[in-house]
């Protein structure tokens, strides 16, 4: 999900009720108060019009190393020569 202005991922996601369009908080409230219009539309969009988005937790990627058994294996050597 990216957002319709800056066209990066929202750090805090809202979507507007009229047109369902993504966007960052802090810039369409922004766009909002200075406009009163939809930032894509332009139609009359009030910050009472977006709804915050809950997005699932993101779950960071595996290392590369881990993803092969010899990888993992090299991986778990190291943490115990660390330890030791």
Not at 53 to 72: E, F, N
């Amino acid at each position: 999900m990216f957002c319709a202005i800056s066209g990066q991922a929202p750090e805090v996601p809202v979507a507007s009720i009229k047109s369902g369009h993504v966007f960052e908080k802090a810039l369409v409230e922004k766009y909002v108060a200075s406009t009163g219009k939809c930032p894509v539309t332009n139609e009359p969009l009030t910050t009472s019009d977006l709804v915050e988005l809950k997005p699932p937790p993101v779950v960071p990627p595996r290392p590369a190393g881990a993803s092969s058994i010899p990888g993992m294996l090299a991986l778990l050597h190291g943490e115990f020569d660390a330890l030791m």
